[in-house]
């Protein structure tokens, strides 16, 4: 019987800056597309249609222990690119010892920061919502997913699905 891969230890990156010890949690981005209920004559039934992806748009949350003056310093940045997370985590499995690199890639900007509860003698932590433009995903050192949404580019296993969309309007 096989077991699954678990996440067994992960680390942050902040333009390149390691949260190593620091960085408590990460939610990585939700894949979201937008879809709409399509039923036409002589269809028995809808079937939804790909509209693109999602109005919720792409955005991770991650906490940090203390306080980090690198991420309040990137508050208010004006580039919707212009700050560039790497969370690269490590997933393994019980049965075989078998280790995965995943790496998730993304750019943005934060939308919020929210210093938590400060009490004297008490642990401290806040987190940080980064709202995205781009985002990445390579597993063990293959892109799987990147999606550049000011670019106009989506690929998925190694194939642009935007392409002929950007040709068909002339980008």
Same mark, same amino acid.
């Given at each position: ?6 996440? =067994? ?11 190593? !010890?620091?960085?408590?949690?990460? *939610? ?5 597309? =937008? ?11 809808? $079937? ?48 075989? !010892?078998? *280790?995965?690199? $995943? #790496?998730? $890639?993304?750019?943005?900007?934060? #939308? ?16 940080? *919502? ?15 997913? #990147? ?25």
């Amino acid at each position: 019987m096989a077991m699954p891969r678990k996440l =067994k230890n992960m680390n942050l990156f902040n333009d390149g800056g390691s949260y190593q !010890g620091v960085c408590k949690t990460v *939610t990585l981005p939700n894949l979201t597309r =937008k879809m709409e209920a399509w039923r036409g004559g002589g269809m028995d039934g809808p $079937v939804k249609v790909d509209l693109g992806f999602g109005d919720d748009g792409l955005q991770v949350e991650w906490s940090l222990g203390g306080m980090d003056l690198i991420a309040v310093r990137q508050y208010g940045i004006t580039s919707a690119s212009g700050v560039m997370l790497r969370w690269a985590g490590a997933y393994q499995r019980d049965d075989t !010892g078998e *280790t995965q690199a $995943v #790496e998730v $890639v993304v750019r943005g900007r934060h #939308e919020e920061i929210s210093f938590g509860d400060a009490q004297p003698g008490e642990d401290t932590e806040h987190s940080i *919502t980064t709202t995205c433009s781009y985002y990445k995903l390579v597993v063990d050192g293959r892109v799987e997913i #990147e999606i550049d949404l000011l670019n106009m580019v989506f690929l998925v296993d190694g194939t642009d699905l935007l392409e002929a969309q950007r040709r068909a309007v002339g980008l």
